[in-house]
């Protein structure tokens, strides 16, 4: 079985300041983790993904994240907030393959003027 | 890079009555797409997985015969909510399953309001 926990619902930060998005999974197998963007009434965006390779994985927007299989954590980064930031983010996991993805409850990130 | 669509994007209707929601993927071929059902300020949670050319397998507590799914091809599949309750209102998106060595790629969401 497979769940993620991402921590704090609401994070606000100012405008240039670091964003800090908390996730931390369970996986009974190697996981393949997962950050997504929605903004209101629109779909999912994929921001980046974690499947083995690299544990500093790099995505879209100047986010990136850090696979943490110690601490069970896939924290994700951007170094300076900007205001189009500020969205929903949801972290998955999956078994990989025809699996499908196990999403936390989301963090509503504001940002701030 | 691939694209997934939904239709519709919006739709109304009365209780009772029946919406199919469509879900394709323009420019790969998928045999499994999944379900996700979206309530307002809250996770996605997985409705059912869809496979190409057999029946659908549905998550504990979703209601197969009111959310009757179909994958008739590699590059659609349809969720049609049956008989529908102003409970039903939600965001449904899906997302089919890539080529790549892990890839899923989600559709826009289809927001249905039952009046």
């Known amino acids: 079985a497979q769940s993620v926990t991402q921590l704090g619902s609401h994070v606000s930060v100012s405008e240039g300041a670091l964003v800090l998005l908390r996730c931390n999974y369970s996986s009974s197998v190697p996981p393949y983790l997962f950050w997504y963007v929605q903004y209101p009434n629109q779909g999912l965006q994929l921001l980046l993904k974690?499947?083995?390779?690299?544990?500093l994985v790099k995505g879209i927007n100047g986010f990136e994240a850090e696979f943490k299989k110690s601490e069970t954590s896939f924290h994700l980064t951007k170094p300076s907030a900007h205001m189009s930031d500020a969205a929903e983010y949801f972290c998955?996991?999956?078994?990989?393959?025809?699996?499908?993805?196990?999403f936390g409850k989301g963090t509503r990130l504001s940002v701030i003027a | 890079g691939a694209v997934v669509s939904q239709h519709p994007s919006r739709v109304i209707c009365k209780s009772g009555t029946s919406v199919k929601i469509e879900c394709r993927s323009l420019?790969?071929?998928?045999?499994?797409m999944f379900w996700y059902r979206q309530f307002p300020k809250k996770s996605l949670m997985l409705m059912a997985t869809?496979?190409?050319?057999?029946?659908?397998?549905?998550e504990q507590g979703v209601e197969k015969d009111k959310f009757l799914i179909n994958h008739a091809s590699l590059t659609l599949s349809t969720l049609t909510v049956t008989s529908a309750h102003p409970e039903d209102s939600s965001f449904y998106i899906c997302?089919?399953?890539?080529?790549?060595?892990?890839?899923?790629?989600f559709g826009p969401g289809t927001r249905l309001t039952v009046t």
């Open positions: 869809s496979n190409e050319g057999s029946k659908a397998t549905y």
């Open positions: 997302s089919a399953d890539g080529t790549g060595p892990y890839e899923q790629y």
């Open positions: 998955a996991v999956s078994a990989g393959g025809n699996t499908p993805l196990v």
């Open positions: 974690y499947t083995s390779a690299a544990t």
């Open positions: 420019d790969f071929q998928a045999t499994t």
